[in-house]
């Protein structure tokens, strides 16, 4: 099985620009997050989603959106990019919220000049 | 919300002997600690997790401990080996999972 995908692997994006970094799950699982991984950070939480069709605030949501219009999928848009948003980027799923194993993608790397 | 800290950042072993990576959290409702491995371009995999009702879970060379009072909880890994070198991450979670900043275990042969 294919778990959980990502793409693009890696992007160079020109600050102002808009971009959605794309998630798929094909494990059925409930909950899917978005996380930003940044040097001496660590893994911090942009957005959530508990299931389809909700959606919740992270750590870190500003300058960020999703949507969860169905179980697999869950998009992080950035709607006007900015240099502070080069990282990279984790797409996690778990069964439920909470108190469950999360699998992660194999990430985005994104460079915003 | 939920404040994890990890210790060491870096962390250099020689090749059998014993790594203990710390982490302490501040939120008395969180029930459930996960340890995440991370090798070079991938992303985390869990290795092992304790829960809340648990003081000590082993798996091989792997062990974790919890102190509920303390707020703290630890992982070991013994007899370390060269592919063990990765980054180590813990969280702590009741709804939503809070990671620590990392550990950098580097094995040498």
């Known amino acids: 099985t294919a778990g959980i995908t990502q793409a693009p692997t890696s992007q160079i994006l020109a600050a102002g620009r808009s971009m959605t970094l794309r998630c798929t799950q094909d494990m059925r699982h409930n909950a899917m997050y978005w996380y930003r991984q940044d040097l001496g950070l660590g893994l911090r939480l942009i957005h959530y989603s508990n299931t389809a069709g909700t959606t919740g605030k992270g750590e870190v949501p500003d300058g960020y959106s999703v949507s969860r219009a169905n179980t697999d999928d869950f998009p992080l848009t950035l709607a006007s990019a900015v240099p502070s948003q080069t990282s990279v980027y984790f797409c996690?799923?778990?069964?439920?919220?909470?108190?469950?194993?999360?699998?992660f993608g194999p990430g985005t790397r994104l460079t915003v000049l | 919300g939920e404040n994890v800290e990890q210790h060491p950042s870096t962390l250099s072993v020689q090749e059998g002997d014993s790594a203990v990576i710390k982490c302490t959290y501040s939120?008395?409702?969180?029930?459930?600690f996960p340890w995440y491995k991370q090798e070079l371009g991938k992303g985390p995999q869990l290795i092992i997790d304790i829960r809340s009702n648990v003081g000590e879970k082993k798996d091989q060379r792997i062990a974790v401990t919890l102190n509920k009072t303390a707020k703290h909880f630890s992982l070991h890994i013994t007899e370390t080996q060269p592919e063990d070198s990765a980054v180590y991450f813990c969280?702590?979670?009741?709804?939503?999972?809070?990671f620590g900043t990392g550990t950098s275990l580097t094995v040498i042969p």
């Open positions: 969280a702590a979670s009741y709804h939503l999972s809070y």
């Open positions: 939120d008395s409702a969180s029930n459930y």
């Open positions: 996690a799923s778990s069964p439920a919220s909470g108190y469950n194993e999360q699998f």
